[in-house]
């Protein structure tokens, strides 16, 4: 925790993301930071939403204090709707049924591109990262969200590896890609919330944390962030958020 707040990076990243989230949508959440703030919305103000794992699981029932480690874990079946084999699930992206995807990644940048995979050369990769899962399906098929912490190594000009497409070069050639639905919606940081440009599909700084200047975050991204024309300010997380926080992952698993 900082000295200017009482609460993580990662606990206003759950928290922001959180908000985004509607009652009565289908989100397809990856676990950690996503599938925290899902279950935050859960019990805050959308009661209705739906989540959706990877390894198969619909409407799982998330227990306080047992947050799981993988989409495949057991813990991640707990009181679910339906459990199915994983190629019904990405069925069910391809039919257009699900409304959000909800991951992070290791790099990002300007058109929203995710790279999971590696970071350096491919033949000789600095760092071998998780890869992509079912990340370019939702990443393809749904509108995104992406939370990360907000910093100059993980905002870059081109990312190393296209693991999960966004608005690939700009304009029009997400589309002319063939990935005709969806695309990146909102990337929430510890620092601000950013959207895209609705016609060059440039990121664009939306809304600042209680705060953080323009510079502040510009220095923490290696590309020129567009800024919206009324960047607003976030409000602060409530205590009633960060109590539920911390009564799902009390041992701040997710949140240290």
């Known amino acids: 925790m900082t000295e200017a707040s009482n609460y993580t990076a990662s606990e206003l990243l ?3 993301s959180a908000r985004l989230l509607l009652d009565g949508q289908i989100v397809f959440a990856g ?3 996503p599938l925290l703030a899902a279950t935050l919305a859960q019990r805050v103000h959308a009661p209705s939403l739906t989540i959706l794992f990877e390894g198969g699981v619909i409407g799982p029932f998330i227990v306080p204090g047992e947050l799981p480690p993988s989409t495949n874990e057991q813990r991640c079946t707990r009181k679910a709707n339906m459990v199915l084999p994983i190629t019904d699930v990405m069925l069910l992206l391809q039919r257009g049924y699900i409304d959000i995807g909800f991951m992070g990644g290791a790099q990002i940048d300007r058109y929203g591109n995710l790279n999971s995979s590696f970071i350096g050369d491919p033949e000789q990769p600095k760092i071998r990262l998780p890869g992509t899962g079912g990340g370019n399906d939702i990443s393809s098929l749904t509108n995104m969200i992406v939370a990360m912490k907000h910093e100059k190594r993980r905002f870059v000009t081109k990312v190393d590896f296209i693991t999960s ?3 690939l070069d700009g304009g029009t050639s997400r589309s002319d890609a063939g990935l005709v639905s969806g695309g ?3 990337v929430v940081t510890d620092l601000a919330i950013m959207g895209f440009d ?3 599909k440039e990121m664009k700084v939306l809304s600042l944390h209680d705060g953080v200047s323009n510079e502040q975050v510009q220095d923490n ?3 020129d962030l567009a800024f919206d024309d009324t960047v607003q300010t976030t409000q602060p997380p409530e205590p009633e958020e960060l109590a539920v ?3 799902l992952d009390p041992e701040s698993l997710y949140t240290a």
């Open 198 to 200: 609705e016609q060059s």
């Open 165 to 167: 497409p966004g608005f």
């Open 14 to 16: 759950a928290v922001m």
């Open 245 to 247: 926080v911390r009564e």
């Open 221 to 223: 991204t290696g590309f």
């Open 184 to 186: 990146m919606f909102r």
């Open 31 to 33: 676990v950690g930071i």
